[in-house]
C-alpha cells in the first residue's frame, strides 16, 4: 500500500446518490473522495433523467410546431436536423456534469474518475484511471454505485438495431421504426420520443397495461392517447423468438394465445435495471446483500461497520430523487448531523405526452388494502389555463381517507403533472387534508386549480365540474 | 310590481366572484338566480384572465418557433395570421362561458342575461335585457359586479388608438407601435404579447420598477429581460400631454427632470380599475361604501341586512381566485354552511415571459415590519429540467421567519412560475417550515426542485449551488 490519503468519506459512484452525498459531506466540513467511473452526474444526469428530458422537449416543440395553425400560424416547412437534436441533449448533459464538477470543487470534494474498490472496510482501492493503484485510506464509504438498464438473455447491445436507453441517448439517427420492449417509465417516453419524430413504434408490455405502476385510470388514458398519436400498444404480450439479422429486428408478440409477428430496424429494451456490483469488493470484503442490491439498515448502514449505501444500489424504487434523498439522510446520519430518515413516500414521474405523475396509493392499492376512501377527480378539459394553452387532456384524481380526508394516492397525467405533483407530496408530507387544499386560494388561471377541485371534488364541492 | 320570482339568492354579476357564488348555492340545495349584464365568466373569463392567456399561448409558440434551430430545428418561414391568434382566444372564451352556462344549468341556477338593480331590500329589478321590468324577490343578494379597466381622465378609448385591456383582446390586427401604460400584471403581460409578435413596445411606469408589488428581485430581473427583449422600459416615468391625433399618440414621458417625446400607434391604458356601480342601487337602497368599493364585515356582510357582496367589487386585490374564494365563503356563510373565512392570503400571477408568481411579503416588507428572517434562493439556470428544457431564465427566493423557519413570502421568476407558486401556497396554509419543504421528495428532474431547494438555501443545505 504505497499511496495513501485520508478521508472523512469516500464514496464509490458520482450519480445523484454519490454526488449528493459527497456535496452533502463537504458543506458539514467533511473531507470526502467522490470515486466515479465515467463522468460526475452518472447515469442519471449523462445517460438518463437530463438527456432524455431535453430529448423530449424538442419533440415537444415538434409536435407543437406540427400542429401550429392551430394557434394562428403558417409554418412553411420544418427540417428536423435530428444529429442537433441529439447533440443539444448530449451538450445540456455535458453542462450539468460540468455543474456538477464544479460544485464538487466548491464543496472540496476529492473528485476521481476510476473504478474504486472496497479492499477491506476503512481502505479503497482505485483498480482504474489515471490514479489506478492508489489507495484512500478513509473513516466511512459510501457505496452508491447505482445500476445499470437490463438486457434480455442471450441478446447483446449493438447501439444500432438492440439498444437500451444508454445506446438511444448517443444516436445520431432515427431508426425508421422500433419495437419498445417495456412500457414503464422509460419505455414510454422514448416511445414518445421516437414517434413524435415520425418513427414507427410498436410498445410490447408484459403486464396488462402501460405504466403499470400507476393508477389504472391513468393507464388507460395514457394507452388511448398513445393509440391516438399512432402508437402502437400491446400490453399482456411476451416478446419470443427475438431475432436480429439482416438490418431488422423481427420477434413473436403473444397475447393470451395469439401470436403476431413483429418486425422493426430497431429494439429497445426497457425491462429494468440491474445493480452494478462489478469488482466493487475485494474478496475480503463480503456485504449482506438482499436479492442483488447492498442490504441497508434505517441508517443506510450495511452489514459491515464503517460501509454505508444509498441509491438504486439498495434496491427499488430506482429514481434519482429518492437516492439523492438517501445518501443526503445517510452522510447526516454518519456525521450526527440529525437522525437520518428512510423515506415514507415519493413522487414518481413519467416525461411522455401526456406526462404522468403520482404519488401514494392507487385506487387498486386502497381497494386491496380495504381502506375506506373517497376519490376526487377533476379533468384539464375544466380548466380555462389548459384549454387557452390548447393542453386540455388528462385529469387529477385524488383518493381521500374517510372519514379524515387526508391524502392516500394522487394521481396526475397531463401538462406539466410533473411539476404540479409537488404540491400533493407537500401535502401528504404535511398531512394536509382534502379540506385544507380546498381552502388554499390557487392562482387563477392556472393548472393547479386542478389539484384544488380534485380535493374539492371528492366532496361534491368542486365548482368547475 | 308584476312578475315576481323568489329565490334563497340572487346573484348580480357572473364573473369569478359571481358565478362562483351561485353554483356554490346552487350545490347547496338552494334556489337561486345570477343576472350577468353581459356573459356568464364576467370580466375574466371573457375579457381578461382566459383569453389573454390565449394570447400569451400564441406569444410563447411563436418566440419559440423563431428559436426552433436551438432545439435542432430548421423552420421555413413562419406567417403569423394575427386575425386567426385573436380569433382563437376568443374562442377558448366562447368555449369556457358555455362551460359557465353549463354549470349553470347543472346546478340550477337562473341564469338572466341582464342588468340588475336592488330595488329595495330582497327586491331585485331587472333593469335591462329581454326580462326588462320583471322583478325577482329573494331571501340574499350577493353583489360580484367587479370592476372595469381605469381610462386616463381626458381620454377616450376607441379601440384603436387608445385602448385598454379589453379592447386590445378584441383588436384583429398588431399595432406596429404602442406605449404601454403601467407596469403592473395586465401592463406587463400584454407587453410581451405585443413585443413578441414584433410591436415596437415601450412600458411606461410611474412607480421606481416594473410589478411594483413584486419583490424587487424579481422587479429588477424582469424589467431586464424586457429589456433584453427588445422592449423599451421607462420607470419612475409620468405622462404627460397626451394628444391622440393624426394615427398616432404622443406623450410627453417625464423622468425626473428629464422629458422625452414618445410616439406610437396605439396606447394601452393599464393604470388598474374601478369599480363597477352603476345603477346598482335604486335611490331606495344605501349601502356603506369604502372609497368607491362596497363596505363588508368578514362575512361578506354589507351594511343592509340580506346584502353581501364579493369580488372586485369590494376592493383590491383585485384577483380572479381571491373573488372566488369570497363568494364561496361569503354563500357558506349566508346558509349556515360553516364560518366564512376572509383570506389571509393569496398567490399573485403574472403571465409574461419570465413568468412572475408570489405569495406572502416581500424582503421589502419584511425589513420594514422588522422581522428577523433569512433568505433562500435558486437560480433556474442551476436546475437540470430548466437547463434541458432550455427555459433557465429566472429564479426562486423563499423567505422564512427565524427562529420558526415557517414562510414569511415566496417569489418566482421563469417558466412555470405561475404552477409552481401552488406549493409554497399550500405550504404557507399549513404553517410549512423550510425543513418540511426541504425534507420533501421532489420529483427529479423538475423546476418544482428549485422550491425545495430554495428552501433548504435559508440554511445553506441547497445541493446544487
Redesign the interface.
Given at each position: 500500500m504505497a499511496d495513501t490519503s485520508s478521508y472523512d468519506l469516500v464514496v464509490i459512484g458520482g450519480g445523484?446518490a454519490g454526488y449528493?452525498g459527497a456535496?452533502?459531506a463537504g458543506?458539514l466540513g467533511k473531507k470526502v473522495a467522490c470515486v466515479e467511473m465515467e463522468r460526475a452526474g452518472g447515469t442519471?444526469?449523462n445517460w438518463g433523467?437530463?438527456?432524455s428530458?431535453?430529448l423530449l422537449?424538442?419533440a415537444e416543440?415538434?409536435q407543437?410546431?406540427l400542429h401550429?395553425d392551430?394557434?394562428?400560424?403558417?409554418?412553411?416547412?420544418?427540417?428536423?436536423?435530428?444529429?442537433?437534436?441529439?447533440?443539444?441533449?448530449r451538450s445540456?448533459a455535458n453542462?450539468?456534469a460540468k455543474?456538477i464538477e464544479f460544485?464538487f470543487k466548491k464543496n472540496k470534494v476529492d473528485y476521481i474518475v476510476g473504478q474504486a474498490q472496497i479492499n477491506v472496510p476503512g481502505m479503497v482501492e482505485l483498480i482504474s484511471g489515471d490514479r489506478k493503484g492508489e489507495y484512500l485510506s478513509t473513516k466511512n464509504i459510501l457505496i452508491a454505485t447505482g445500476c445499470r438498464a437490463r438486457m434480455l438473455p442471450g441478446l447483446t447491445k449493438d447501439g444500432k438495431q438492440v439498444m437500451t436507453a444508454r445506446e438511444i441517448l448517443d444516436r445520431r439517427d432515427l431508426p425508421k421504426s422500433c419495437i419498445v420492449m417495456g412500457a414503464g417509465a422509460i419505455g414510454m417516453e422514448f416511445a414518445y420520443f421516437l414517434n413524435a419524430f415520425g418513427s414507427d413504434v410498436t410498445v410490447v408490455e408484459m403486464m396488462d397495461r402501460v405504466l403499470p405502476v400507476e393508477d389504472d385510470d391513468v393507464s388507460k388514458f395514457v394507452e388511448k392517447s398513445f393509440k391516438k398519436q399512432g402508437l402502437k400498444v400491446m400490453t399482456g404480450t411476451k416478446a419470443e423468438n427475438i431475432t436480429v439479422a439482416d438490418g431488422k429486428v423481427t420477434l413473436d408478440a403473444m397475447t393470451g394465445d395469439k401470436t403476431e409477428k413483429l418486425e422493426a430496424e430497431s429494439l429497445l429494451v426497457a425491462i429494468g435495471v440491474q445493480a452494478n456490483t462489478d469488482k466493487l469488493l475485494s474478496n475480503r470484503v463480503k456485504l449482506e446483500m438482499h436479492r442483488n442490491y447492498v442490504k441497508v439498515d434505517a441508517h443506510y448502514r450495511t452489514s459491515v461497520k464503517g460501509i454505508y449505501a444509498a441509491g438504486d444500489i439498495i434496491g427499488p424504487p430506482w429514481?434519482?430523487?429518492?437516492a439523492?434523498?438517501e445518501a443526503?439522510q445517510a452522510v447526516n446520519g454518519m456525521f450526527d448531523h440529525g437522525e437520518p430518515?428512510p423515506?415514507v413516500?415519493?413522487?414518481?414521474?413519467t416525461y411522455c405526452q401526456p406526462q404522468v405523475?403520482s404519488i401514494g396509493m392507487t385506487e387498486r392499492d386502497v381497494k386491496a388494502k380495504e381502506l375506506k376512501y373517497k376519490v376526487g377527480k377533476f379533468p384539464f378539459t375544466?380548466s380555462?389555463?389548459a384549454?387557452?394553452?390548447?393542453e386540455s387532456e388528462g385529469f387529477v384524481k385524488l383518493i381521500v381517507s374517510e372519514p379524515e380526508g387526508e391524502i392516500l394516492g394522487a394521481h396526475i397525467t397531463g401538462a406539466?403533472a410533473?411539476?404540479?405533483?409537488?404540491?400533493y407530496?407537500?401535502?401528504m408530507?404535511?398531512e394536509?387534508t382534502w379540506e385544507?387544499?380546498h381552502?388554499?386560494?390557487?392562482?387563477?388561471?392556472?393548472?393547479?386549480?386542478a389539484?384544488m377541485e380534485a380535493a374539492a371534488a371528492t366532496h361534491?364541492?368542486a365548482?368547475?365540474?
Open positions: 445523484p449528493a456535496i452533502r458543506q442519471c444526469l433523467c437530463i438527456p428530458k431535453a422537449k424538442s416543440l415538434y407543437k410546431m401550429a392551430d394557434f394562428g400560424f403558417n409554418v412553411g416547412s420544418i427540417d428536423v436536423d435530428f444529429p442537433k437534436v441529439v447533440e443539444r441533449s445540456v453542462q450539468m455543474g460544485l429514481l434519482a430523487h429518492v439523492t434523498y443526503v430518515r423515506y413516500r415519493f413522487p414518481g414521474c405523475a375544466a380555462g389555463k384549454v387557452a394553452a390548447m406539466e410533473t411539476e404540479l405533483i409537488a404540491e407530496a407537500l401535502g408530507e404535511l394536509a385544507e387544499i381552502g388554499t386560494i390557487h392562482a387563477h388561471p392556472t393548472l393547479s386549480e389539484l361534491n364541492e365548482i368547475h365540474i
